[in-house]
């Protein structure tokens, strides 16, 4: 069974920046499909950043991208999701997630079939 513990979560102001972790065990962590999603009051859950079995290759959403940085240490069994810049439209529930489904297509939310119990990040001033 795989099991996700996301930490990181948190307050910040806008501007600033926040790290989430998140530790998988339960299954062979390079062949899996890793990625960060987040759902806002009143919003569909979506996909933020994913990162592919071999670490080589991540897609991003396009409100993210060059603010937010996925990464995985495949060692610690852990995946990152480093913030920065953060907006007030960033606030939102953190979900980290797993997929034993599929090793090449990682950006299909349907696929991940593991979910951590997600961590709130809000940004105010």
């Known amino acids: 069974q795989v099991q996700l513990v996301e930490s990181g979560g948190g307050s910040v102001q806008p501007g600033e920046s926040m790290r989430l972790s998140c530790v998988v065990s339960g299954y062979t962590f390079n062949e899996m499909c890793l990625g960060w999603f987040r759902q806002a009051p009143g919003k569909k859950r979506e996909m933020v950043a994913v990162i592919y079995p071999s670490g080589d290759y991540s897609n991003y959403a396009e409100t993210v991208k060059r603010r937010f940085t996925i990464s995985k240490d495949d060692a610690k069994r852990q995946v990152d999701l480093q913030m920065t810049s953060l907006r007030p439209d960033d606030t939102a529930v953190y979900y980290c997630?797993?997929?034993?489904?599929?090793?090449?297509?990682?950006?299909?939310?349907?696929?991940?079939?593991?979910w951590g119990l997600g961590t709130q990040v809000t940004v105010s001033s």
């Open positions: 997630a797993a997929s034993t489904r599929t090793k090449t297509v990682c950006s299909q939310e349907l696929l991940y079939n593991n």
